[in-house]
């Protein structure tokens, strides 16, 4: 019995310690063709110890314009465990046919620098940037708009803000 007890008390312990998880952040984008219907980021180890890892991104769209899209480009904002802005803006792009009413599940892979600061502690941003219909229009976010939720986040610690 005691043993059953050490079992389990070990497990919880390492659950509560597992809690430490990223923040992933979905940007509200009314006039978007593709709705994020989830989005999920982890940190990878590099092979053979070697770099600074990777973070990947998966996220679950949905094609709600009523229109066949054939590529799109997915957005991503990446901050360290300070807050810190990881690297310029990431776009993930695919060339690939996205039927009405239809949800799909891809996944990129962000070079960032010193990535193994994310694990953990990382907050991830997402938001649709651009958009190809099959009929050749093309559809783009509103920059202005995806900044402007941005700097409404407790995120993006400037230098100057870290002296006082």
């Known amino acids: 019995m005691s043993r059953f007890l050490l079992c389990i008390i070990l497990t919880l312990t390492f659950l509560a310690s597992k809690g430490l998880a990223n923040e992933e952040v979905t940007l509200t984008q009314d006039d978007s063709p593709l709705e994020i219907k989830g989005y999920v980021t982890s940190y990878r180890s590099p092979e053979r110890g070697v770099g600074d890892g990777t973070i990947m991104h998966r996220v679950s769209i949905k094609n709600i314009s009523g229109k066949e899209i054939v590529a799109y480009g997915v957005g991503f904002r990446v901050y ?21 009413d239809k949800t799909y599940t891809p996944v990129w892979e962000q070079r960032a620098r010193s990535a ?29 708009e995806i900044n402007e939720q941005i700097s409404g986040l407790d995120l993006a610690v400037e230098p100057e803000n870290l002296a006082d």
Do not use: C, Q
Not at 81 to 97: E, K, L, S
């Open 116 to 144: 193994f600061l994310y694990e953990n502690y990382g907050t991830g941003l997402v938001y649709i940037d651009v958009v190809r219909f099959k009929d050749g229009t093309i559809w783009e976010s509103d920059e202005f």
């Open 80 to 100: 360290d465990a300070f807050n810190r802005n990881m690297d310029r803006p990431f776009i993930g792009y695919a060339v690939d046919v996205v039927e009405p």
